[in-house]
């Protein structure tokens, strides 16, 4: 019975409190805004010039991010064209000129090996007749 009596007064253990899931729904309503809002919320405390010059300097920065970017699009897209154009038929012809070059040395030395054994192969040879010399 004592329970009941301090329920019914508002004092003692059995004062009744709001149930648990109502305190959950109030703050569940304090977390419903987002990020972006609360932002935007506090935004409100500069005044309007500082809101305006900050809002005209994002502006200018993005314009400036954006024509930066086909700036760099535009001069890429030259270099890479100029130089396909200029430069890599250079580099070809000169590439195929050491190729030409290392081709005939190395014809020049298998003609070399091949003499260097044909001259050993006349000097060992013994001539026909002997050792004699012939006179005109």
């Known amino acids: 019975h004592a329970r009941n009596r301090g329920a019914i007064s508002g004092c003692g253990p059995g004062v009744s ?72 038929p250079v580099v070809f012809e000169t590439e195929r000129l050491q190729l030409e070059q290392q081709q005939l040395q190395q014809q020049r030395q298998v003609r070399l090996k091949n003499t260097g054994r044909t001259c050993k192969l006349h000097t060992e040879r013994p001539r026909p007749g002997g050792n004699r010399t012939r006179t005109f």
Do not use: H
């Not at 935004?43 to 500082?50: A, I, Y």
């Not at 993005?62 to 700036?71: D, P």
């Not at 760099?72 to 890599?88: C, D, E, K, P, Q």
């Open 17 to 88: 409190s709001p149930p648990e899931n109502e305190i959950d729904d109030d703050e569940d309503e304090d977390l419903d805004e987002t990020l972006t809002e609360r932002l935007w919320g506090l935004t409100e405390m500069f005044p309007d010039t500082v809101r305006t010059a900050a809002e005209v300097s994002a502006q200018c920065s993005v314009s400036l991010a954006k024509k930066l970017y086909s700036f760099s699009r535009a001069a890429l897209w030259v270099g890479t064209t100029s130089f396909m154009i200029l430069v890599l």
